[in-house]
């Protein structure tokens, strides 16, 4: 079959849009639970039987002795709290939503729902709302809230975030770690540099995608998303930047449901009306595209939000899936030498992991080898809790060591946290693959 | 649309990484498709090939299947399984790539992993002991086990731990000492030195080993740092009785095993080896990094995380795609061949429900009776049909219909997911994912015409 080969009439079976939504009874988590308000997840707290598995797979687990492990977490949690008088207990905190053990488990246990929904309840009925952790990982959960104040006056922002007094404090006053620097906020960001260019410059009728941008290519790395967008009108889609909120990433590792829901509901309103149209959605930070896809339906059950996660597709994949990408790079040169790839677990999860690398294999003056299976360890805000700084570190130490014998020297990943990560691990610049690919097939001075 | 290789191998278990391996090496463009971790990390990580002959297999799987087939019992465990292949019923996979076929997929085997296993010097089973204290007949063993064959007449000392509690090393011992072993077997329990939690997971434990990290261990009235594996060593050395050699559960170490044995041995003055496990299993993990290691040299691609839910036919019913599901979405994986490792029972490669037996992704016939009641004997470990439960094959290892005509042109299938054997009651589990990935690997390379 020809790579380019695109599928013409609707019968096509091999046309993913034409896929039913939810197939009837494969997939649909919320109609486990029937009334989604109050979870019971028995179900699958039974079909653990007690392998292990998910507790030899998570970072956290492998190198903080005090935390019990998903099984605990997840199966053995459920049980307990069956009997009315326990409370979800505190350890939950700990866990970072890595998402690993979900894919590890041999019977199919939903894991990270469970860890969600726990973690969830214990914010809402043990954690004192004005505690101090409390008010900082509501902060650090609300961060597209900072960052829209604070890329207002980028500048001055950068310029106090750098400053190690206010670094100092804080740590003190929040429990913000001041051994990380603040991502600096761009100058001027996506949706800025989007409303300025007149939105989209290529009009389709059958090449539609509307781009999920979130958060970090908005406010601190516009040039991903600016790729991202040049990349695509290459290829002839109508690219579409509906207005959005957070993906609710951050939300669900600091169990802010409420918060994540609100979110959600605003994303599922404004992308499902999108996707009747025949724009699927993209993303260019693979936890987004994550959460659009496994924890929207998992946790919520707006109208739309089915047929929301079954159109989402990270960005790389997307145009793998629907456009002879190998073929276009093949007869395609750059001049970005070799990077250090390390695949995000919400990338691994996916079934995203080796992507990158094999899309480079076939480009020359570009190469990525894989770091290995690792986790980064600073999964979204988790690395920047005081408490958890020393825990992300020891986890990411792994990642680093094959960084640094590589022979890149530049580091490459999907997940804006895992490269804050990687840069400050090893002091690697990291790029996107967007942004090699873009260089490669688009080249620069286009707008 | 664009996803598209020679071969795709659907499954990542031990028979999957063969296929994918050997096809790889015959120059094919391959990918892996899995959805879930293998088995091989529940498995004890010691590769069998026959340990038992069959049982009496007169034919209760039903229709469709052909095969007139010997009574025996199990007698004993077999001394050389390459010797028994030959006598095996017609329907078993190892008559299908035979005795050659099996013989070469150990020597990929061996290439694999190297020095970390033992036994390819000789065609015989090793007996390794169990850590329920039976005595297992092998043909390749990990290199950490190698001290501890029942067939050795040195005296052993088993030592479990408080805290692992799959091991329980007095109950072991004397097991062993009553399955009649040339040598004495004592067991002790000792609690493992430093301060972890009871609940310790054993991969902490071996990494603490692995990284010789400084535990604090109670002395006489006194508290003291020491490297975990001298630690170790103190701990057990009061236990001694002058036995030549020490068994350990499998934790050893998950990278650092053989430095932590030696260490270990020359502080306590006597061989060490480790008993294989249940799950989570430290060897089996070791083995699938060793396999995914070769196959990553090989140039083989690997998609996980996602199952693999049906197919597309090309206008001439062969396959064109295989297609993976995706929180709603199903995602498509074009090749010209295809190979079906998605194991058995265990693996979710075969399913079973009230109504029948099933392969779920290419719907390939699975032979059985029509009456549930004919899938169990009466006995619990009699000679259950489901055991043997998989899909029959040409010679070229492509599932076979109802008719007995090959299901696709281009599909072939390799390890668990084949019927006619019960890898459990035979210990013939990692003998035929290797050898019928092996074989069905380098037939679908050969079939791929498009080499760049
Ligand atoms: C507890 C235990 C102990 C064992 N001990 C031994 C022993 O001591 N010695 C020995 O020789 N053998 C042992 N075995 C048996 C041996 O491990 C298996 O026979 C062998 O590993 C089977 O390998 P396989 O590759 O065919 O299948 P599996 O290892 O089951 O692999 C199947 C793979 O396919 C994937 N898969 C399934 N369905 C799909 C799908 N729809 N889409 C994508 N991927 C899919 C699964 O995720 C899995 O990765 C043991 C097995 C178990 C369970
Ligand atoms: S991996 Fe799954 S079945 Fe095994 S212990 Fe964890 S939750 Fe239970
Ligand atoms: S989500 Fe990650 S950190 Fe949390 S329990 Fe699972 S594997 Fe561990």
């Known amino acids: 079959m020809s790579d380019a080969e695109q599928p013409t009439d609707a019968s096509d079976v091999t046309d993913v849009r034409e896929e039913e939504t939810v197939s009837d009874d494969e997939f649909e988590p919320v109609q486990v639970f029937p009334e989604s308000e109050e979870m019971d997840l028995r179900p699958g707290s039974d079909d653990c039987y007690k392998c292990s598995t998910c507790d030899t797979n998570c970072p956290v687990a492998e190198v903080d002795d005090d935390f019990p492990g998903p099984k605990f977490q997840g199966p053995e949690q459920w049980r307990l709290k069956r009997k009315e008088d326990h409370d979800v207990d505190d350890s939950v905190m700990s866990c970072s939503n890595c998402m690993r053990c979900d894919s590890a488990c041999p019977s199919d246990v939903p894991l990270s729902q469970m860890h969600n929904t726990a973690r969830g309840e214990y914010v809402e009925d043990q954690m004192e709302k004005f505690s101090r952790e409390y008010v900082r990982n509501r902060i650090l959960a609300n961060y597209r809230t900072m960052a829209e104040l604070g890329s207002k006056v980028p500048r001055l922002t950068n310029f106090l975030m750098g400053n190690s007094l206010v670094q100092a404090a804080n740590e003190k006053l929040l429990g913000i770690t001041a051994e990380r620097e603040f991502p600096e906020f761009a100058e001027e960001t996506f949706r800025e540099w989007w409303d300025e260019r007149g939105g989209p410059q290529v009009r389709s009728e059958d090449k539609r995608v509307a781009y999920f941008h979130g958060c970090y290519s908005n406010y601190n790395t516009p040039e991903v998303g600016k790729a991202m967008v040049r990349l695509f009108e290459h290829f002839g889609y109508e690219v579409v930047v509906p207005v959005q909120r957070c993906s609710g990433t951050p939300m669900f590792a600091n169990g802010m449901l409420d918060d994540a829901k609100r979110a959600a509901g605003v994303n599922v309103e404004n992308f499902s009306g999108l996707v009747e149209e025949g724009y699927d959605v993209i993303a260019s930070c693979t936890s987004c595209s994550m959460s659009l896809r496994q924890e929207y339906p998992e946790l919520f059950s707006y109208d739309g939000t089915a047929s929301v996660a079954a159109h989402t597709y990270e960005a790389l994949e997307y145009l793998r899936l629907h456009e002879d990408l190998e073929g276009a790079l093949e007869s395609a040169e750059v001049d970005a030498g070799e990077f250090a790839y390390h695949a995000p677990c919400h990338a691994r999860n996916q079934g995203l992991a080796g992507q990158a690398v094999e899309l480079l294999d076939g480009l020359s003056g570009a190469n990525a080898e894989d770091v290995g299976e690792s986790c980064s360890g600073i999964s979204g805000t988790y690395g920047w809790k005081e408490e958890k700084y020393e825990t992300s570190m020891k986890i990411g130490e792994e990642m680093f060591e094959h960084m640094e014998e590589t022979d890149a020297e530049t580091g490459m990943t999907e997940c804006p946290t895992c490269a804050m990560q990687m840069e400050h691990g090893t002091g690697y610049e990291i790029r996107h693959p967007l942004e090699v690919l873009e260089e490669a097939l688009v080249g620069e001075g286009s707008n | 649309m664009a996803i598209e290789d020679d071969v795709t191998v659907i499954g990542g278990g031990i028979a999957g990484m063969t296929a994918a391996l050997a096809a790889a090496r015959e120059g094919a463009a391959v990918r892996v498709l899995s959805h879930k971790d293998s088995t091989l990390r529940s498995a004890s990580g010691l590769v069998d090939v026959l340990g038992y002959p069959p049982r009496s297999s007169d034919d209760e799987r039903g229709e469709g299947s052909a095969s007139e087939e010997s009574e025996t019992t199990p007698d004993g465990p077999l001394a050389d399984p390459f010797d028994a292949i030959p006598a095996l019923p017609e329907s078993h996979p190892y008559r299908t790539v035979g005795v050659e076929g099996v013989r070469e997929a150990l020597t990929l085997f061996d290439e694999v992993v190297g020095d970390r296993y033992r036994g390819g010097h000789t065609d015989r089973n090793a007996l390794v002991p169990t850590h329920g204290g039976a005595v297992k007949p092998t043909a390749r063993y990990p290199a950490s086990a190698a001290e501890g064959l029942a067939s050795d007449d040195r005296n052993a000392l088993l030592v479990g731990f408080e805290t692992v509690t799959d091991f329980d090393a007095p109950l072991a011992a004397a097991h062993l000492e009553s399955a009649g072993v040339p040598f004495v077997a004592r067991g002790a ?54 036995e030549a050699r020490v068994g350990f559960p499998a934790i050893l170490g998950q990278h650092e095993t053989e430095a932590v044995r030696a260490d270990l041995e020359s502080e306590l003055g006597a061989a060490v080896f480790e008993v294989p496990m249940g799950p989570p299993s430290l060897p089996g993990m070791r083995l699938e990094g060793a396999f995914l290691a070769a196959c990553r040299d090989a140039g083989v691609r690997f998609t996980t995380g996602n199952p693999v839910v049906g197919y597309e036919e090309d206008d001439s019913g062969a396959v064109a795609a295989v297609r993976v599901e995706r929180n709603g979405a199903t995602i498509p994986f074009h090749a010209d061949q295809f190979v079906l490792a998605t194991g058995g029972l265990v693996g979710k490669g075969i399913d079973s429900d009230r109504e029948g037996v099933e392969e779920p992704i290419f719907d390939c016939h699975v032979p059985h009776s029509g009456d549930r009641y004919d899938w169990f004997a009466d006995d619990a470990f009699g000679d259950h049909p489901f055991a043997r439960f998989g899909v029959e094959t040409d010679d070229e290892l492509r599932p076979l219909d109802a008719g007995g005509e090959p299901e696709f042109e281009n599909v072939r299938a390799a390890g668990a997911v084949l019927g006619g054997y019960d890898f459990a009651a035979e210990k013939s589990g990692s003998g035929v994912s290797l050898a019928t990935g092996r074989t069905a690997g380098r037939s679908a390379a050969s079939e791929v015409t498009t080499y760049e």
């Open chain 2, 189 to 242: 329990t000792v609690s493992f030195p430093g301060d972890f939690r009871v609940d310790a997971k054993i991969t902490r434990l071996a990494d603490a080993l692995d990284a010789d990290e400084r535990v604090s261990i109670e002395g006489d009235g006194y508290t003291t740092e020491l490297p975990a594996r001298k630690a170790l060593a103190e701990t057990v050395k009061p236990h001694l009785r002058g």
